[in-house]
T-cell receptor, first 113, second 112 residues
Framework: DAMVIQNPRYQVTQFGKPVTLSCSQTLNHNVMYWYQQKSSQAPKLLFHYYDKDFNNEADTPDNFQSRRPNTSFCFLDIRSPGLGDAAMYLC????????????FGQGTRLTVV | DAKTTQPPSMDCAEGRAANLPCNHSTISGNEYVYWYRQIHSQGPQYIIH???NNETNEMASLIITEDRKSSTLILPHATLRDTAVYYC?????????????FGKGTKLSVIP
């Protein structure tokens, strides 16, 4: 059974049109992460939530925002997608910040046209 | 910057053991070695982790050298479904080390 669920699996958006990607978890984990993975590259952390505490990576562009309305859900908002934002976006969870194991969703592949 | 070095690719015959090396010569005393893998078009999956002792679980074995400067992930009987990119990650399980920093990984191809 899927524990970290990302919807949709594939998303096409227009250049400059805001888009939201969603992630839900059934694990009741405190920490939720968003990673960006471009083609043939390793995943790169954008930000994470520890409960309601938001932590942004220093090099994450302002174009990327996130919301976590409750423990189970987390959203990635891209305010004005550019062609360079086309990537796989991965959501992950862990019980605590120092937990040994992170659980990843299947990812949402974003195409910008 | 990733603290690990892995070969970019490896082949393994189906049914044989796959031995994936990782160099982490700058590892510090409190840092663990973690392995994740990513099958094509899926999210990364945790495999195993260790500090200094060898570890084994239902997926794999992890062999860490005595000086801890390198390690080997062993898949004892590789199957076609083990074809994936394997990431070796060094991480200290303390406050602030909340992220997994992925290096380039090793692309393992299991050949029929």
């Amino acid at each position: 059974d899927a524990m970290v669920i990302q919807n949709p699996r594939y998303q096409v958006t227009q250049f400059g049109k805001p888009v939201t990607l969603s992630c839900s978890q059934t694990l009741n984990h405190n920490v939720m992460y968003w990673y960006q993975q471009k083609s043939s590259q390793a995943p790169k952390l954008l930000f994470h939530y520890y409960d309601k505490d938001f932590n942004n990576e220093a090099d994450t562009p302002d174009n990327f925002q996130s919301r976590r309305p409750n423990t189970s859900f987390c959203f990635l908002d891209i305010r004005s997608p550019g062609l360079g934002d086309a990537a796989m976006y991965l959501c992950a969870t862990s019980r605590e910040r120092v937990a040994t194991e992170a659980f990843f969703g299947q990812g949402t592949r974003l195409t910008v046209v | 910057d990733a603290k690990t070095t892995q070969p970019p690719s490896m082949d393994c015959a189906e049914g044989r053991a796959a031995n994936l090396p990782c160099n982490h010569s700058t590892i510090s005393g409190n840092e663990y070695v973690y392995w994740y893998r990513q099958i094509h078009s899926q999210g990364p999956q945790y495999i195993i982790h260790g500090l200094k002792n060898n570890e084994t679980n239902e997926m794999a074995s992890l062999i860490i050298t005595e000086d801890r400067k390198s390690s080997t992930l062993i898949l004892p009987h590789a199957t076609l479904r083990d074809t994936a990119v394997y990431y070796c990650i060094v991480r200290e399980p303390g406050a602030g080390s909340y992220q997994l920093t992925f290096g380039k990984g090793t692309k393992l191809s299991v050949i029929p």
